[in-house]
Antibody, heavy 121, light 108 residues
Framework: EVQLLESGGDLVQPGGSLRLSCAAS????????MSWVRQAPGKGLEWVSA????????YYAESVKGRFTVSRDNSKNTLFLQMTSLRAEDTAVYYC??????????????WGQGTLVTVSS | EIVLTQSPGTLSLSPGERVTLSCRAS???????LAWYQQKPGQAPRLLIY???SRATGIPDRFSGSGSGTDFTLTISRLEPEDFAVYYC?????????FGQGTKLEIK
């Protein structure tokens, strides 16, 4: 059974940093692309970032480019999102999502339950 | 960036009715790389349709997708009580992999 468990969400001040993790199980982690998708309170889904299965290619939304970094540790079946220079508009539930294959154009066949990031003073 | 516009924003319907949701792209979506997701309150999204028309594993056949280029639709042939939720389309053929703003199906 595929499981994705996000952690690391917290209350952080504007300008601060946070690192999210997503622990994966139930599939061969290195064989699949992974992504982060966020949802601000009461709003729709926003794609944030993606990384291919081997980790060689990464992609970002313009709203987070230069501030967020996606990475993965395939030996530990874990996906990360390093977030810096956080803004109030980054407040959201952050979901990790499994791609359907290892490449750059995946749809998302499994999702975690999300972790809440709140940026406020 | 490909902008996806979903319509209508909200639909009020009764169980048993047929419904068609629209998703229009600002540019052609490569190779019909268009997916549909369902999200219920307090839950993560669930994949319904990929490749514009292929049903995901375990999705009932009352859900169907169609379209190509810039115009895509999701049809639910006969609404069940559990189908009242928010539906999102997403294109994954070009980065950023944008979502539409969602269509909410509510019970009349």
């Amino acid at each position: 059974e595929v499981q994705l468990l996000e952690s690391g969400g917290d209350l952080v001040q504007p300008g601060g940093s946070l690192r999210l993790s997503c622990a994966a199980s139930g599939f061969t982690f290195s064989s699949y692309a992974m992504s982060w998708v966020r949802q601000a309170p009461g709003k729709g889904l926003e794609w944030v970032s993606a990384i291919t299965g081997g980790g060689s290619s990464t992609y970002y939304a313009e709203s987070v480019k230069g501030r967020f970094t996606v990475s993965r540790d395939n030996s530990k079946n874990t996906l990360f999102l390093q977030m810096t220079s956080l803004r109030a508009e980054d407040t959201a539930v952050y979901y990790c999502a499994k791609g359907h294959y290892s490449g750059s154009y995946p749809y998302f066949d499994y999702w975690g339950q999300g972790t809440l990031v709140t940026v406020s003073s | 960036e490909i902008v996806l516009t979903q319509s209508p924003g909200t639909l009020s319907l009764s169980p048993g009715e047929r419904v068609t949701l629209s998703c229009r792209a600002s540019q052609s979506v490569s190779s019909s790389y268009l997916a549909w997701y369902q999200q219920k309150p307090g839950q993560a999204p669930r994949l319904l349709i990929y490749g514009a028309s292929s049903r995901a594993t375990g999705i009932p056949d009352r859900f169907s997708g169609s379209g190509s280029g810039t115009d895509f639709t999701l049809t639910i042939s006969r609404l069940e009580p559990e189908d009242f939720a928010v539906y999102y389309c997403q294109q994954y053929g070009r980065s950023p992999h944008t979502f539409g703003q969602g269509t909410k199906l509510e019970i009349k």
